[in-house]
Structures are given as C-alpha cells and as structure tokens.
C-alpha cells in the first residue's frame, strides 16, 4: 500500500508512479470541467452530462453548479497529503488547522450551493442567477397546491347563491 502511496524504496517500480500519475490526470480533468463550468460553456441538461444518474435535469444542473466546489476540496484534499517537510511544528501545526478549516467550509458549501444555490462566490457567474433545489420543490409544490384547490373550489357545492 505504501508503494501506491509513493512512499517507501520506488527504485525500478513502475507501480510508484501510477498512483500519483492517476491523481494528476484526474485533477487535470477536473480542471477543465470546472472551467467549462465557470464560463458556462455546458450544462448537465443540455449536454449528456451525468446520464447515469437516476435523478431529474435540475437535480443534475445542481451538480453542475456545484462542480467548482468539489474540484476545491479535491485539491484542497490533494495538498494536505503533501508532506510539510523540514518545518517547525508550529508552522506545520497552523497550516494543517487552516488546510482543515478550509476543507471543512468547502465540504459543507457544496450541499448549500445544491440546495440554496448558495454561496454565490462558489456558484460560477453563469449559473447564480437560478434557483436552488429546495426554491425548485417550494415552487412545484405551491403550483401543485393551488391546483389542487381550484380542483376543490369547483367540486364544492356551497356557499349557496
């Protein structure tokens, strides 16, 4: 495990290298989505993004939304593995609350910009303009309800006239 890592004797493995090769292709892509994403160039529901998710097109424009934020944690999650080194522990201890502080804002920043498209810095300026999935439900639910009672006012025999 530790080979995979890029620790330990890598003298003449290529299985040292084919970990830390996967993760920068990875970061790589990702990159280029979320630039795709912050200049608005697609869009889950007009594109053929997430096809094999079960969920409706504004769920999947949600993930779209919030794609910028995923990319910042895994980045964020990517520099804390890198060893801080010959530092003094004070430092080291200062860099690894601030690196956690992060994380932890951006982990909790991404189910807010799903459901209240919120905070707008995190949402690409294309995208902060629309509705969150909570204001989408709260919407269909106001229309289903007035629906309803107009149903309901056309059934009802009284007040008599």
């Known amino acids: 495990m530790l080979v995979w890592m890029g620790a330990g004797d890598m003298s003449g493995r290529v299985e040292g290298f084919l970990m830390p090769l996967l993760v ?10 979320v630039r795709r994403c912050w200049r608005g160039i697609g869009k889950a529901a007009t594109m053929r993004g997430y096809w094999f998710l079960p969920i409706s097109r504004s ?20 520099v804390m593995l890198i060893p801080l080194g010959e530092v003094s522990s004070d430092l080291a201890t200062v ?37 969150g999935l909570i204001s ?13 009672r107009s149903r309901a006012a056309g059934r009802r025999p009284w007040p008599a006239a």
Do not use: D
């Open 136 to 148: 989408l439900w709260r919407r269909r639910r106001a229309i289903a309800r007035a629906a309803r």
């Open 24 to 33: 920068a292709l990875f970061l790589i892509a990702a990159a280029v989505a």
């Open 59 to 78: 769920a999947k424009n949600a993930l779209w939304r919030a794609s910028p934020a995923a990319f910042l944690t895994l980045l964020l999650m990517v």
């Open 95 to 131: 860099v690894i609350r601030v690196e956690a502080g992060a994380l932890f804002f951006l982990m909790l920043s991404m189910p807010a910009i799903i459901w209240f498209n919120q905070p707008r810095f995190l949402v690409p300026p294309p995208y902060r303009r629309e509705p």
